[in-house]
């Protein structure tokens, strides 16, 4: 019963971009707080960017400036802008969903709900 379903990863260069996207059957994004996290080989799951149920953004400092996270309420879609992405950004991304807001949504102790996961490289 997969209920959020990643897509949009892909390899790029130093400095290019992506937009991910994050399909949410069974859910209206509008009503419901959702995040994109990321997690590379040997590293901890991180919180990359998060958008609670009222529209307001979170942004994990390393990506500031750089990505945006948005609502495509008229599809039903998430997004991820990446832009002048980096090695370091690379890591298998996640999206993710909570009905309750009940700690920072950059923390994966927020969601109950996750994808599978996109994969994103990026080369120097």
């Known amino acids: 019963q997969v209920q959020l379903v990643e897509s949009g990863g892909g390899s790029v260069q130093a400095g290019g971009s992506l937009r991910l996207s994050c399909t949410a059957s069974r859910y209206i994004v509008s009503n419901i707080h959702m995040g994109w996290f990321r997690q590379a080989p040997g590293s901890e799951r991180e919180g990359v960017a998060a958008?609670?149920?009222?529209?307001?953004?979170l942004y994990a400092d390393s990506v500031k400036g750089r990505f945006t996270i948005f609502r495509d309420n008229s599809q039903n879609i998430l997004h991820l802008e990446m832009n002048d992405l980096k090695p370091e950004d690379t890591a298998m991304y996640y999206c993710a969903a909570a009905r309750k807001k009940l700690t920072s949504l950059l923390h994966e102790d927020a969601y109950a709900d996750w994808g599978q996961g996109t994969q994103v490289t990026v080369s120097s």
């Open positions: 958008i609670d149920r009222g529209g307001r953004s």
